[in-house]
């Protein structure tokens, strides 16, 4: 049993990084998105930057933390005996959670593009999406969509 548990407590912090990143990209869309006209424009790109878009949880870092502690205490309940385990199990637990809470963050990131668009009608927006492709600047681009529902994609 005492074998099993960090098993399980290594299974429930791997699928803590499951946050669903696709809709980030380009060349997907939503299923409300699928047979509804798109408005399209056109433009080019002026300047881009590498960022990162951190994707929301769908536990709110639950099972990252939970798992965390469960891993951290088992590991500090192998130090010391008596009242000194019982101190080293609590912290493992809080510094556990704390780690765990910390990985599945940094596994829900995505690289992305900010890309600054000067559109044809003299307008500049700035568009953040997936980095699922190469853009370049001065590449010309389409424009699909509007406000929240906008992506880029080469023209």
Not at 69 to 98: D, E, F, K, M
Not at 118 to 130: A, E, F, L
Request: charged share 15%.
């Amino acid at each position: 049993m005492k074998r099993l548990l960090p098993v399980l407590a290594l299974g429930v912090l791997t699928l803590a990084g499951c946050a669903n990143t696709s809709p980030y990209g380009g060349d997907v869309y939503r299923g409300s998105q699928a047979q509804t006209g798109q408005q399209v424009t056109f433009g080019t790109i002026t300047a881009l930057r590498q960022v990162q878009i951190q994707a929301d949880s769908p536990t709110g870092n639950l099972l990252g933390t939970a798992g965390g502690a469960v891993i951290g205490g088992l590991l500090g309940n192998q130090i010391g005996g008596g009242s000194g385990r019982r101190l080293a199990t609590a912290a493992g637990a809080i510094g556990g959670g704390v780690a765990g809470s910390r990985v599945e963050d940094a596994t829900n990131r995505v690289r992305a593009w900010e890309m600054e668009i000067r559109r044809d009608d003299g307008q500049h927006i700035v568009v953040v999406q997936k980095a699922d492709r190469d853009f370049q600047t001065g590449q010309r681009v389409r424009l699909i969509g509007s406000g929240a529902n906008l992506s880029v994609a080469p023209y």
